[in-house]
């Protein structure tokens, strides 16, 4: 026998991890998009609860406090609740949007056990001030 079918497994464990773990201080935000941007929503906050219990793990009100901005899942949280700062976009005039750039820069940081996002991400306002 080559070997036991122990080992691929735990070697995809390994890099399962190593794929899904926030880089360095990398933010909440920089690294539920990075996650997004490789492997996608499931309709949770699956990436922001993997980082909080990495990063933030006494975080408990961190998924309400991303809901009540309209974030009820990992996608949500930048079609309702935040959007990359201007100081990373482009505007593109002939489909009238902005452009987020891919990939998007290195995460500056956040400090540590801390939630908030670093400045490449700032609130979505709404009209009337709603968030």
Known sequence: MVGSVEEPKGELITLSESMTSPRGSEC???YT???LSGLGCNGTLLWAARWRDLRAP?????????GDRGGYCDCEIFMNGWTASPT???YD???DEEVWPNPMPACPGARRWSTQPCPLWLPISRQGGAW
């Open 58 to 66: 006494r975080a408990k009100a961190l998924e309400r406090r991303l």
């Open 88 to 90: 990373v976009t482009t």
């Open 33 to 35: 998009y990075r996650m």
């Open 93 to 95: 005039f002939e489909t």
């Open 28 to 30: 909440l935000f920089c």
